[in-house]
């Protein structure tokens, strides 16, 4: 299994991590080897057979709809690589 | 001597403190100096040597007060992988630069409650990702079992720094996680037992994700029972994290002192690999026969799905981070790339702020879940993982326990598999087995190479039957003693 250029460019753009064009074909390359060794997954025979979504036998719970947590603007603010006036700053958005 | 109370265990320690041989105060020094001696290991990244010491002369108090708690005084290091109130958290990451939590992971909360005291966040693979501590942006780790005049050997990873930090006796015990060995197999290289429990065990509030599905807190420690009484205080329910088992947790120490005749042991056939050095083959034999020796009963299982595991393991654990680590924009914490519009902001942090592996893993996973990809890659790895599930469920049914080794091979040189993500995948052929099934497991050194260095053997347990494996642990570790780095036996 290969991937193109287009491919890479494609992933790129949708995990949104920046390349660099002379990076594409490398990666390509390096991520076309994983793949080809992945594809071995091909010989299981997975006819009927359910996908995993519970690592161990349990049911989901429901909790109580009730608000647990809150008021802790400030907190979470403090974290952040730039805010003003109790809001996130980031670039302009509408021209 | 300061430096002889570093090199107490977590029981030894615990029993001294009750008995007023010593004090938290001293037993704090005593690690402080040692992971100060250590310092060149590179395997502590934030220093917590005042709160360390104020939280020791608080725990002195409460001892004279009649009010200590079960691990009152002890130090334990923990992976820059959980949440720490008020003290630096960055999973070794460039884009967690500047993150001072602002909660305490459920897991770490636990042990300060029971009265331990934080001494020191321990390097790793940068989000967990990576089996020798190498794509760290802290840098490497230097494995305690390094020839002294030779080259650095890596301790493995993800969680390195905490299997580094215990192997060199500058802490009691340390928090490390696993996702696919990230516990175990630092714990291999390093000379050390390392437990993961069932997925669900130990909460997950509080830790940074890697991968949802598979990630499990655990201790690092020096024997079988130290890693038992930690687990003890670490598990339980938490109503924060969805997967949360709720289930009583057992009281583990005295399990420890059951025997073990009758016991079933199964040896899976599958994982008798042609590639596997003679050293780490004849070391899985001894095992087996101590096992015989001790009364229990040896049966050879097939699981049949073991090679395609990792294959699987490499869908799944990419696709889960991928998610996982699309909320680091540069907006609300950590590093931020400046850009002129919000798109260039994010891929400009996102691409400065991820190492290279890292990046290799969220591309992996925005491709297999990506339109088009999802039936052929994610679903059916999940498919493949039940069958993984059945397997041992299967030969669960004639044993009580698995026996494996629990690396392909020793600690090698730093930079030997940085170059090839394939070589370097390998080294978890035998833990992702039961961390794709959320199996307990633990690592318990069993000997040393013709290197002289330190091998362990895994065992693998049913679902919540850390009983029946810690107690099998014990036998492996009574038969095969303890394992110290030849440059700290002086």
Known sequence: ?95 | MPSDLARLGVVDAADRLAAGDCSAVELVEACIAAQEAARNLNAVVADTAERARAAAVHADQRRRRDEARPLEGIPVAVKDIFCTEGVATTACSRILDGFVPEYESTVSARLWDAGAILVGKTNMDEFAMGSSNETSRCGPVRNPWSPVDGPSLVPGGSSGGSAAVVAASAVPAALGTDTGGSIRQPASFCGVVGLKPTYGRCSRWGIIAFASSLDQAGPLTRSVADAALILEHIAGFDPRDSTSADLAVPDLHTALQGDVRGLRVGVPSEYRLDSLPSSISDLWEQGIAWFRDAGAELREVSLPHTRYALPAYYIVAPAEASANLARYDGVRFGARSMGTDPDELYTRTRRDGFGEEVRRRVMIGGYVLSEGYYDAYYLRAQQVRTRIAEDFRHAFQDVDVLLTPTTPSSAFPEGAKTDDPLAMYVNDIFTVPASLAGLPAISVPAGLDEDGLPLGLQLVGRAFDEVTLLQAATVLEAAAGTFRPPAMAA
């Open chain 1, 1 to 95: 299994m290969a991937l193109t250029d287009d491919d890479v460019r494609r992933v790129a753009e949708l995990v949104r991590i920046r390349l660099d064009e002379s990076e594409v074909k490398p990666l390509g390359e390096e991520l076309s080897r994983i793949f080809s060794w992945i594809e071995a997954l091909r010989e299981v025979d997975v006819a009927g057979v359910a996908p995993m979504t519970s690592v161990v036998e349990m049911q989901l719970r429901e909790r109580e709809d009730a608000v647990t947590d809150g008021n802790c603007r400030d907190r979470i603010l403090s974290n952040a690589p730039a805010a003003e006036d109790g809001h996130f700053v980031v670039p302009r958005v509408i021209e």
